[in-house]
């Protein structure tokens, strides 16, 4: 069985920065893409962004510059350090990776229960 666990969400007031945490444990033979996606109230679930194990990174245009995806493949470990906050990056964040549980199966997508981040004017 795998569980992602998201941590580090909070209160921050406008221009603040929080790190989220997404740890992945359980049955895992690999770990391929882990990312974020965040939904606000009445609103679409939406892509913040996500690496590869390789490294590579992809990150939505609305928090490019801000916002840094990483990850330490040997703790099966995301992160995501957001900077200059604004209210309208109020959401729950959600982690999601994509796992194989051993050697032969498929990859699936598993979700973590979200965060909730909430940023005051």
């Known amino acids: 069985q795998v569980q992602l666990v998201e941590s580090g969400g909070g209160l921050v007031q406008t221009g603040g920065s929080l790190r989220l945490s997404c740890a992945a444990s359980g049955s895992i033979f690999g770990i391929t893409f882990m990312g974020w996606y965040r939904q606000a109230p009445g609103k679409q679930r939406e892509f913040v962004a996500t690496?590869?194990?390789?490294?590579?990174?992809n990150v939505a245009d609305s928090v490019k510059g801000r916002f840094t995806i990483s990850r330490d493949n040997a703790k099966n470990t995301a992160y995501l350090q957001m900077n200059s906050l604004k209210p309208e990056d109020t959401a729950v964040y959600y982690c999601?990776?994509?796992?194989?549980?051993?050697?032969?199966?498929?990859?699936?997508?598993?979700w973590g229960q979200g965060t909730q981040v909430t940023v005051s004017s």
């Open positions: 999601n990776a994509n796992i194989r549980i051993r050697l032969g199966s498929g990859w699936d997508a598993y």
């Open positions: 690496i590869a194990s390789g490294g590579s990174t």
